[in-house]
């Protein structure tokens, strides 16, 4: 397919499956907050019923196809964009008063436009640990179902290469008719085979399917990619282009919700509130535009100007005004019909009976009601937030605000988690192996690269920097030592967690350690991750975070940024682990099989002390975009704000579904986790509407 055949088409495709930011009825069966993957999910499945209607609301705007979201060899240039909320943590005491960049996905997709595309689930006994909290229902047995359903997998079709890079797909573990397309790429880098070589030989295994529950070794992790197209498969592409013309749900973008609104409860009187709307009003977001897509400008050049595409005019929806008013008369006869809001069953509380959203600061807000449920799906971040600015958090924070109570839930912004990681730099000098950074120091290298994607969707711009990881256990690489786990269990509970932690957070944290404790004593489990940038950057993650942190808010204004202190490096024994890590790199680099990149030593500098290597940690140490627990499921009594149902304790009708509802990071790459969670809640979902009817 030649380059102008291929952007008409992906013009053509994008044009049938723009954000609808269609005319709101009044009052919607399910409203769902946030466009991510979670959110996208759910409004998906809750949609496939036709006798409901969903609104999503997406602060962000729709991506117009840009290639530094569509080819993974684009990973992080969208980073610090429209597409990233843009957000920072407060200064970070243990890393010496440093501030850091936390980027997080804003827009139809969420975080799935940006990241680094890696797709795995963790280990079986990361979501054992969730039951061990009181979650019954949440085991690797219990998620796996859903994580199968929530993919479409194809594997390495070479015998010969899957070979060679130590691919061998466990297909009773994957699914093959689901939304996301998860593939390998077309190239692979092939200093990632040496890299597992080096592994080998220091006795960590290769885990030949990282997707099986058993991820303590070296693992070619697969990507979410169209295996034809070799572009990024988002929460966009798979759960909301492929059903644009489903009549019952409403997708509209750049809404910023600004509080949940509860049935007899006072509203948060410190915002400035516009008239609303009438019913019938379009969004007031962000419409796509194509100023930064792969056509630049706004316009297509004359040369790529296809008739049927390029004068069409903005989509909204697929139906003609009188339609689409036959349609709306409809809908709202059947609400009618359907009588008063479904009772809770058997969770008597407070109800959310709509949200109230703007598209900016300045802008009117305005009101749209629910007649079943909430569903929060804005991440670890804005979900925390905004229940805060709805009244639903800790009492003293709230009043502090002026903001109403409604329910204290002192977990709401707790338990913040990360996979800190650590950037270590050996770079190679082997000429003979081509590295990710020569697609932008070599110019001809560059040029041949686009040339092979343009042709025939191969070369190195398929292919994401990072595709062979590891995830070794601590056991194996100190020598079987247990002095890191005997570190952890040591510790009181409350020894470095700040002083004013609430009694039930803390608790929660007390039934968290021994569970740690447990996955770094364990060989058989993930201790941290080894990040190969395939350049000679071996950056390690820490899988077992001990820090606690938290998001509180800045103001009772919605649109003010949260306070986001994930208090990176406050427990010790992260540091700790992090030097064994570190450690670890240089004995890859003395191995036989990883001095054939000829690497060298530069940072760390080599014959550091362990008290340098923590001050180069504290120098370092950065987010992997991996936020979660700030909405954990945990029993109240241990901190938790939703419960194994993901329904806001004391509320109805009120759920949050994403990353914030884990009472534990696994080890893992988040995505994939979420979708399965995502899956698993629709269906909870379902069965509940049914239940009630």
Same mark, same amino acid.
């Given at each position: 397919m030649?380059i102008?055949?291929?952007?008409?088409l992906?013009?053509a495709?994008?044009?049938?499956?723009?954000?609808?930011?269609?005319?709101?009825?009044?009052?919607?069966?399910?409203?769902?907050?946030g466009g *991510?993957p979670?959110g996208?999910?759910?409004a998906?499945?809750l949609?496939e019923?036709?006798?409901?209607?969903?609104?999503?609301l997406?602060?962000?705007?729709?991506d117009s196809?840009?290639?530094?979201?569509?080819?993974?060899?684009?990973?992080?240039?969208?980073?610090?964009?429209?597409?990233?909320?843009n957000?920072?943590?407060t200064?970070?005491t243990?890393?010496?008063?440093?501030?850091?960049?936390v980027?997080?996905?804003?827009g139809?997709?969420g975080?799935?436009?940006?990241?680094?595309?890696?797709?795995?689930?963790?280990?079986?006994?990361?979501?054992?640990?969730?039951v061990?909290l009181g979650?019954?229902?949440?085991?690797w047995e219990d998620? /796996?179902?859903?994580?199968?359903?929530?993919?479409?997998?194809?594997?390495?079709?070479? +015998?010969?290469?899957?070979?060679?890079?130590?691919i061998?797909?466990?297909?009773?573990?994957?699914?093959?008719?689901g939304?996301?397309?998860?593939?390998?790429?077309?190239?692979m880098?092939?200093?990632?085979a040496i890299?597992?070589?080096?592994?080998?030989?220091?006795?960590?295994?290769?885990?030949?399917d990282?997707?099986?529950?058993?991820?303590?070794?070296?693992s =070619?992790?697969p990507l979410?990619l169209?295996p034809?197209?070799?572009t990024?498969?988002?929460a966009?592409?798979?759960?909301?282009?492929?059903?644009?013309?489903?009549?019952?749900?409403?997708?509209?973008?750049?809404?910023?919700?600004?509080q949940?609104?509860?049935?007899g409860?006072?509203?948060?009187?410190?915002?400035?509130?516009g008239?609303?709307?009438?019913?019938t009003?379009?969004g007031q977001?962000?419409s796509p535009?194509?100023s930064?897509?792969?056509?630049? *400008?706004?316009?297509?050049?004359?040369?790529?100007?296809?008739?049927?595409?390029?004068? %069409?005019?903005?989509?909204?929806r697929?139906?003609?005004?009188?339609?689409?008013?036959?349609?709306t008369?409809?809908?709202?006869?059947?609400q009618?019909?359907?009588?008063?809001?479904l009772?809770?069953r058997?969770?008597?509380?407070?109800?959310?009976?709509?949200?109230?959203?703007?598209?900016n600061?300045?802008?009117?807000r305005?009101?749209?009601a629910?007649?079943r449920?909430?569903?929060?799906a804005?991440?670890?971040?804005h979900?925390?937030?905004?229940?805060?600015?709805?009244?639903?958090?800790?009492?003293?924070?709230?009043e502090?605000l002026?903001?109403?109570?409604? /329910?204290?839930?002192p977990?709401v912004?707790?338990?913040?988690?990360?996979? !800190?990681?650590v950037?270590?730099?050996?770079p190679?000098?082997?000429?003979?192996?081509?590295?990710?950074?020569?697609?932008t120091a070599?110019e001809t290298y560059a040029?041949?690269?686009?040339s092979?994607?343009?042709?025939?969707r191969?070369g190195?711009?398929?292919?994401?920097?990072?595709?062979?990881?590891? =995830?070794?256990?601590?056991?194996?690489?100190?020598?079987?030592?247990?002095r890191i786990?005997d570190?952890?269990a040591?510790?009181?509970p409350?020894q470095?967690l700040?002083?004013?932690?609430?009694?039930?957070?803390?608790?929660?944290?007390a039934r968290?350690l021994?569970?740690?404790?447990?996955?770094?004593s364990?060989?058989?489990?993930a201790?941290? +991750?080894?990040i190969n940038?395939?350049? !000679?950057?071996?950056?390690?993650?820490?899988?077992?975070?001990?820090?606690?942190?938290?998001?509180?808010?800045?103001?009772?204004?919605?649109f003010?940024?949260?306070?986001?202190?994930p208090?990176? *490096?406050s427990?010790?024994?992260?540091?700790?682990?992090?030097?064994?890590?570190?450690?670890?790199n240089?004995?890859?680099?003395?191995?036989?099989?990883l001095?054939q990149? +000829?690497p060298?030593?530069?940072?760390?500098?080599?014959?550091?002390?362990?008290?340098?290597?923590l001050?180069y940690?504290?120098?370092?140490?950065?987010?992997?975009?991996?936020l979660?627990?700030?909405?954990?499921?945990?029993?109240?009594? /241990?901190?938790?704000?939703?419960s194994?149902?993901?329904?806001?304790?004391?509320?109805?009708?009120?759920r949050?579904?994403?990353?914030?509802?884990?009472?534990?990071?696994p080890?893992?790459?988040?995505q %994939?986790?979420?979708?399965?969670?995502?899956?698993?809640?629709s269906?909870?979902?379902?069965?509940?509407?049914?239940?009630?009817?």
């Amino acid at each position: 397919m030649s380059i102008l055949n291929f952007l008409a088409l992906y013009a053509a495709q994008l044009a049938l499956s723009l954000p609808l930011n269609s005319p709101l009825l009044e009052s919607y069966d399910y409203i769902v907050v946030g466009g *991510g993957p979670a959110g996208l999910t759910v409004a998906n499945r809750l949609s496939e019923d036709p006798h409901v209607n969903v609104l999503l609301l997406e602060a962000g705007p729709a991506d117009s196809g840009e290639l530094n979201i569509a080819l993974p060899g684009m990973i992080g240039h969208e980073i610090g964009s429209r597409y990233d909320w843009n957000l920072s943590t407060t200064a970070q005491t243990s890393l010496n008063g440093a501030v850091r960049t936390v980027p997080q996905g804003r827009g139809l997709g969420g975080g799935t436009l940006i990241n680094g595309m890696l797709w795995n689930r963790g280990g079986v006994g990361d979501y054992d640990a969730w039951v061990q909290l009181g979650n019954e229902g949440w085991s690797w047995e219990d998620l /796996l179902p859903y994580f199968i359903k929530s993919e479409t997998f194809t594997p390495v079709t070479s +015998e010969e290469l899957a070979l060679q890079l130590s691919i061998e797909a466990d297909l009773n573990v994957h699914g093959f008719d689901g939304h996301v397309q998860v593939s390998f790429p077309h190239y692979m880098w092939n200093s990632s085979a040496i890299l597992f070589d080096a592994l080998n030989e220091l006795g960590v295994p290769t885990a030949y399917d990282p997707n099986t529950g058993q991820v303590a070794g070296a693992s =070619f992790l697969p990507l979410n990619l169209h295996p034809d197209m070799q572009t990024r498969s988002t929460a966009r592409t798979a759960y909301y282009d492929p059903i644009t013309a489903r009549p019952n749900l409403w997708v509209s973008t750049g809404q910023y919700v600004t509080q949940v609104i509860f049935d007899g409860k006072q509203s948060n009187l410190n915002a400035v509130v516009g008239q609303p709307e009438d019913s019938t009003s379009h969004g007031q977001g962000l419409s796509p535009d194509t100023s930064k897509s792969i056509y630049g *400008g706004g316009a297509l050049p004359i040369s790529f100007q296809n008739p049927a595409i390029a004068q %069409a005019p903005p989509v909204k929806r697929r139906y003609s005004s009188p339609l689409w008013l036959w349609v709306t008369r409809l809908l709202k006869r059947r609400q009618q019909r359907s009588g008063p809001p479904l009772p809770a069953r058997d969770t008597p509380g407070s109800r959310a009976v709509g949200v109230e959203f703007a598209s900016n600061s300045l802008s009117p807000r305005q009101t749209v009601a629910a007649s079943r449920e909430v569903i929060l799906a804005a991440g670890a971040l804005h979900s925390p937030k905004l229940l805060m600015l709805s009244g639903v958090g800790p009492a003293a924070e709230l009043e502090r605000l002026g903001l109403p109570v409604h /329910l204290d839930l002192p977990g709401v912004g707790s338990n913040l988690q990360d996979h !800190g990681q650590v950037w270590c730099w050996y770079p190679y000098h082997n000429p003979d192996y081509a590295n990710p950074t020569m697609l932008t120091a070599n110019e001809t290298y560059a040029d041949d690269a686009w040339s092979d994607y343009w042709a025939n969707r191969t070369g190195p711009l398929t292919s994401s920097a990072i595709d062979g990881v590891a =995830f070794p256990s601590l056991p194996l690489i100190v020598n079987g030592s247990t002095r890191i786990a005997d570190m952890a269990a040591a510790q009181s509970p409350e020894q470095y967690l700040p002083g004013d932690t609430d009694p039930t957070v803390l608790a929660g944290f007390a039934r968290q350690l021994p569970l740690l404790v447990d996955a770094l004593s364990d060989h058989s489990r993930a201790g941290y +991750e080894i990040i190969n940038a395939n350049d !000679g950057a071996l950056t390690v993650g820490n899988m077992r975070p001990l820090s606690r942190g938290t998001v509180t808010l800045n103001s009772s204004e919605p649109f003010d940024p949260p306070i986001i202190d994930p208090r990176y *490096g406050s427990n010790p024994v992260d540091g700790q682990l992090l030097v064994a890590a570190t450690r670890f790199n240089e004995r890859l680099l003395n191995t036989d099989a990883l001095s054939q990149l +000829e690497p060298e030593q530069m940072l760390p500098p080599a014959g550091s002390t362990d008290a340098e290597l923590l001050t180069y940690i504290s120098t370092k140490m950065q987010t992997e975009y991996h936020l979660a627990g700030t909405c954990a499921m945990l029993p109240q009594e /241990l901190g938790g704000v939703v419960s194994p149902e993901l329904l806001v304790y004391g509320t109805s009708n009120l759920r949050v579904v994403d990353s914030s509802i884990m009472p534990l990071l696994p080890a893992a790459h988040l995505q %994939a986790v979420v979708y399965g969670v995502a899956e698993k809640a629709s269906n909870t979902m379902a069965w509940s509407s049914k239940d009630a009817c």
